[in-house]
C-alpha cells in the first residue's frame, strides 16, 4: 500500500508558503474575465465596479484571466479584454501581463495548484474522488441522485488506489447532507438555502482542469480577494462556495452580485441577439468615456448630495462609488440614454479635441478638396448625439443634391420663389466682385446688401444658404458655408439656383 502513499503526501510547508504569499490589510478586488471573445456591457460594467471599488478604497485591482472551459476559448480575446480595459482607463495593479506577487494571474497557468488543493479538500473531508462520471447522463435524466453516489463514501485509501492505478475520476464536493448554509451579498443581503438542494459539484474534470467553480474560490482566496464582484448568475452558487471556504478554513470575501443588464423587460443583452460590445459602440461613434459614465449608472446610483447628478469622469465616480448604490433590480441598456450622455460628452469636448475624434468621419464624408475639414469641425460639433450622424450633416457638401424650389419658401424669413431668385440675383455680383474670401469679408458683404435693399437680413441669408445645400438644416449658416465651399462652387451653386428658379 506504500507505493502510491507518497503522491498524495500533503506537503504542508508548499500550502504554508502559498499562504504566506496572500497580501492582507488592504482591498483586493478581481476582474476575472474569461476569454470568449467579447466584452458586452454587462462585462464591462463588472469591471468598471470591481475597479471603482478597488480605487475607492486605495486598493489593488487585479486581472486574472478564466480560461479553464478550454471549449469556450476564442483567438484574440484576452486582447480585446486588454485593450477593452486600457480604453476605458481601468488599469490594473496585477495581472497576465504586469505580473504581481500573487501570480501567475492565467488560470490554466495555475492548473497544478488546483489539483493540489483538491487533494488537501479530500483530506479536510470537503471533497471526494468520484469514478462513476458515466452516470451524470444518468443524473441529468433524473435516473440518478447523486445523493446515492457510492464514491461518496469510498474509504479514501481505496479511492487512492483506484486513482494510483490511473482509473480516470473527477474530484467533487461534498455537500454536507442535511442542514442549510446561508451567505451574504452586499446587494441581495443574507441569502440561506438547504444544503440538500445543492449538488455535489465537480471540482476538478477528468482532464485535470477545475472548474470554474473550483477555481475561482481557490485564487481569490490565494489572491488575497476581499470583494467579489459578479453577475447574479453566480448567486446561486455561493452557498457551497461558502461550504468550499469553510471546509478549507478559509475567510470568505464580501461578494457583491450584480444583476444582469437587459436589452428589454424580458431579456438580457446578449451578442446572439445583435446588442452591441464595447467595441461595437465605439464602432458606433461613442466616446470611451461617455460609454463609461452611462454604464457605471446601469444598476448603480450616487446617493446623498450626487443622487441628482449625472455625469461623472471615471476620477470623480472613483470618489463616490459606493458598494450601497448598487441596485437589484436588473437595468435596461437604454440607447436613447446613452446617446444622451454621447452628446453631452462631444459637446463638452475642447475643438482640437473634438476634432481629433471627428476627423475621420469627416474625411470619409467629405472630399471636396477646399472644404477646410478644421472649419467644418466645430459647426458639427453641437449637432451630434454620436459621431456617426456627422455624415448624413455634411453629405451636400461634396455635390449639391438634388432640392426642389419650395425649400426657398420660409414663412418666418418672409421668402418665397420670388424673392429668393431676387436675393440670389442681387447676391451674385456682390461675390463675384469679393477680392477676400474670409468669413468677415462674405458676412459683411451680404449683411451690407441687405441693408442696403432695406430688408431683413433673413431674406438674403435663407436663399443663399439653400442655394449652396440644397437642404432645409445645415450645420453653419449661408456666410459659413460660402466660406466652406470657396468661391468658385459657392457662386456656381448661386448660378445654379438663380436658374432652378428662373
Ligand atoms: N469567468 C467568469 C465570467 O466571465 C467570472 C465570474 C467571476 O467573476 O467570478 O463570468
Known amino acids: 500500500m506504500n507505493f502510491f502513499w507518497e503522491e498524495f503526501t500533503m506537503d504542508m510547508a508548499w500550502f504554508d508558503e502559498m499562504e504566506g504569499r496572500i497580501p492582507h490589510g488592504e482591498v483586493r478586488t478581481r476582474f476575472a474575465p474569461s476569454p470568449t471573445g467579447y466584452m458586452h456591457v454587462g462585462n464591462l460594467r463588472t469591471a468598471l465596479y470591481t475597479w471603482l471599488i478597488a480605487r475607492h478604497g486605495n486598493g489593488k485591482f487585479i486581472l486574472r484571466i478564466e480560461d479553464t472551459d478550454q471549449g469556450r ?104 447532507r442535511g442542514g442549510q448554509t446561508t451567505f451574504h451579498d452586499a446587494v441581495f443581503g443574507s441569502i440561506t438555502v438547504d444544503n440538500d438542494t445543492l449538488d455535489d459539484q465537480v471540482l476538478i474534470k477528468r482532464d485535470g482542469l477545475p472548474t470554474y467553480n473550483f477555481a475561482n474560490v481557490v485564487d481569490d482566496h490565494l489572491m488575497g480577494i476581499t470583494h467579489v464582484v459578479r453577475g447574479s448568475e453566480y448567486l446561486s452558487s455561493a452557498p457551497k462556495y461558502n461550504l468550499l471556504y469553510e471546509s478549507f478554513g478559509w475567510e470568505i470575501p464580501e461578494y457583491i452580485h450584480c444583476s444582469p443588464v437587459m436589452r428589454d423587460a424580458h431579456n438580457k443583452m446578449s451578442k446572439r441577439h445583435g446588442d452591441p460590445s464595447y467595441e461595437d459602440l465605439l464602432a458606433q461613434g461613442y466616446l470611451s468615456p461617455a460609454v463609461v459614465n452611462y454604464v457605471s449608472l446601469l444598476g448603480w446610483a450616487p446617493k446623498g448630495e450626487n443622487s441628482e447628478r449625472e455625469f461623472f469622469t471615471l476620477q470623480e465616480l472613483s470618489e463616490v462609488f459606493d458598494v450601497a448604490g448598487i441596485s437589484k433590480s436588473p437595468a435596461i441598456f437604454d440607447r436613447e440614454k446613452l446617446n444622451y450622455f454621447n452628446a453631452h460628452y462631444l459637446r463638452a469636448m475642447a475643438p482640437e479635441e473634438f476634432y481629433a475624434v471627428a476627423e475621420p468621419y469627416l474625411k470619409e464624408a467629405v472630399h471636396a478638396p477646399q472644404v477646410d475639414l478644421k472649419l467644418l469641425a466645430p459647426l458639427v460639433q453641437g449637432r451630434c448625439d454620436t459621431l456617426r450622424d456627422i455624415a448624413p450633416q455634411v453629405d451636400f457638401l461634396d455635390a449639391l443634391p438634388p432640392y426642389s424650389n419650395e425649400l426657398y419658401c420660409h414663412k418666418k424669413m418672409k421668402t418665397n420663389e420670388e424673392n429668393s431668385l431676387e436675393a440670389l440675383n442681387a447676391v451674385l455680383p456682390v461675390l463675384e466682385g469679393l477680392e477676400s474670401w474670409s468669413y468677415d469679408a462674405i458676412h459683411d458683404a451680404l449683411v451690407g446688401l441687405a441693408a442696403r435693399l432695406e430688408l431683413k437680413n433673413g431674406r438674403i441669408m435663407w436663399p443663399v444658404r439653400t442655394a449652396l445645400s440644397g437642404k432645409a438644416v445645415t450645420p453653419g449658416g449661408a456666410v459659413e458655408l460660402c466660406q466652406l465651399l470657396g468661391k468658385e462652387e459657392s457662386l456656381s451653386r448661386i448660378r445654379k439656383g438663380i436658374q432652378q428658379l428662373s
Open 73 to 176: 476559448l476564442v483567438e484574440g480575446a484576452t486582447e480585446i479584454i486588454y485593450s477593452t480595459l486600457r480604453q476605458c482607463g481601468l488599469d490594473w495593479d496585477e495581472g497576465p501581463d504586469v505580473g504581481g506577487p500573487v501570480g501567475p494571474y492565467i488560470q490554466t497557468q495555475r492548473r497544478e495548484l488546483y489539483g493540489k488543493y483538491a487533494q488537501l479538500l479530500v483530506e479536510k473531508g470537503g471533497a471526494y474522488y468520484c469514478f462513476c462520471e458515466k452516470t451524470e447522463s444518468e443524473e441529468d435524466a433524473g435516473d440518478f441522485d447523486r445523493a446515492d453516489d457510492p464514491c461518496r463514501d469510498l474509504p479514501l485509501e481505496e479511492a487512492r488506489a483506484r486513482v494510483a492505478a490511473g482509473e480516470p475520476y473527477v474530484i467533487r464536493q461534498r455537500i454536507p
